[in-house]
């Protein structure tokens, strides 16, 4: 079965700080694909960075990358020199083949920038 | 606009009313996704569109739930009976098909139901 599991219910940055966000999976398909959603208060659900499971460079959005370490089986996502706005709840997400490339969700990470 | 579009973006009703919620994907898109989610939890997979033909639903999703792509483009998703647990955000997303390279999901901005 596959799951991902975000370890950091919730997090406190100061503004300007990078912050690195957890996420560890598990999964047998060799070929799978991994995400990051941002969802602030309003509750739509924003794309952040996609990364795949054969892709040789960790990918890279503006301020978002995602240090992907396939032996570990993590992907954090990493935010450079966040910003106010940055305040959300940042949930990974995987989909596999054999899940009919349904996407399967962690719990979530708060993330509150302080000023 | 052309992003993932969902309606009515609130929804409040009494136990046992009927509901239908609207979700129109990004016009070239052939994937289209309902997930529902409740507060603090990330959200949980209900069915999915591939065009018209509805190709998976979840085992946890109640008969009293129905969906729906009739010409392939927007979706309808029904509730029949409601009951209180069923209050939550359900979310909308459409996609390409993944055999076509990155599947990225994109998703609508929601509608959140109340059941009293």
Request: proline fraction near 4%; hydrophobic fraction near 30%; charged fraction near 20%.
């Amino acid at each position: 079965a596959q799951k991902i599991t975000q370890t950091q219910p919730g997090m406190f940055v100061q503004e300007k700080e990078a912050v690195t966000l957890d996420c560890t999976y598990d999964t047998s398909d060799p070929s799978y694909g991994l995400f990051w959603y941002k969802q602030p208060s309003s509750g739509e659900m924003i794309f952040l960075i996609y990364q795949g499971s054969y892709d040789q460079q960790n990918a890279t959005e503006g301020r978002y990358s995602l240090n992907f370490q396939k032996a570990r089986k993590s992907a954090n996502l990493v935010i450079s020199a966040s910003q106010l706005g940055d305040s959300a709840m940042y949930f990974c997400a995987m989909r596999g083949m054999d899940s009919n490339y349904q996407l399967i969700w962690g719990a979530g990470t708060k993330l509150i920038i302080k000023p | 606009d052309t992003g993932v579009s969902q309606d009515p973006r609130h929804k409040i009703t009494k136990r046992g009313q009927n509901v239908t919620f609207r979700c129109d994907p990004i016009s070239e898109h052939n994937r289209l996704y309902w997930y529902r989610q409740t507060l603090g939890q990330g959200p949980e997979f209900l069915t999915y569109f591939q065009n018209e033909a509805q190709l998976e639903k979840s085992r946890l999703l109640s008969d009293r739930f129905s969906a729906e792509r009739p010409k392939g483009s927007f979706s309808t998703l029904e509730i029949q009976r409601t009951e209180q647990g069923d209050s939550a955000m359900y979310l909308c997303a459409s996609s390409l098909d993944p055999g076509q390279g990155r599947e990225t999901q994109y998703f609508g901005p929601g509608t959140r139901l109340l059941v009293l």
